[in-house]
């Protein structure tokens, strides 16, 4: 998929932040296109080989994301999930898509160059402990709402990609009434 230039530009600010050693936050509206973003980045990683975990709030996100991701043009035959018994739980794929609830029963954590934390306003008990547990591995959140008490303790950095108005404008997104 084409990326647009605010993806693009997203992506480069990612780059400069976890090349910094930075755990930045991707404020960007909803519809924008976080995880076509999120599957970039992780197509660039297996690009060297790397580990990636995309981490999710919600159990129903799992099936959609994995979607989004073969969309977004990564091979099926590379991902698994992680998610309770999911019928696609394979922990040797090295691109995954993890339950937030599942990972925060587990005491071990998968092994992982870049974890991607979806919708991380919602805030879990997962993201500290595997901040902590694994400082090799760089993290990034993504929220289209990255206000939540504590956050500032975790992340380092906030990227704000547009608003919507901007979106809105550039004809991105549809306007709207309230």
Request: hydrophobic share 40%; glycine share 6%; no cysteine.
């Amino acid at each position: 998929m084409q990326l647009r230039d605010y993806q693009s530009e997203a992506i480069h600010n990612l780059r400069d932040a976890i090349g910094r050693k930075e755990k930045p936050v991707l404020s960007a509206p909803t519809g924008s296109g976080k995880t076509l973003i999120a599957s970039e980045i992780f197509s660039l990683a297996r690009a060297k080989e790397k580990r990636v975990v995309f981490v999710v709030p919600f159990l129903s996100l799992i099936n959609q994301t994995w979607k989004a991701f073969e969309r977004a043009g990564i091979d099926g035959n590379d991902m698994g999930v992680i998610q309770g018994d999911h019928e696609l739980t394979d922990y040797s794929k090295p691109v995954q898509i993890a339950s937030a609830q599942t990972l925060e029963r587990r005491t071990l954590l998968p092994k992982a160059d870049i974890v991607i934390f979806d919708e991380v306003h919602n805030n879990s008990v997962v993201y500290q402990r595997w901040m902590e547990s694994s400082p090799e591995t760089y993290f990034i959140g993504l929220s289209a709402t990255p206000y939540a008490n504590g956050m500032h303790k975790l992340w380092d950095k906030m990227i704000i990609v547009s608003t919507v108005a901007e979106l809105i404008e550039q004809g991105f997104l549809s306007p709207f009434k309230y």
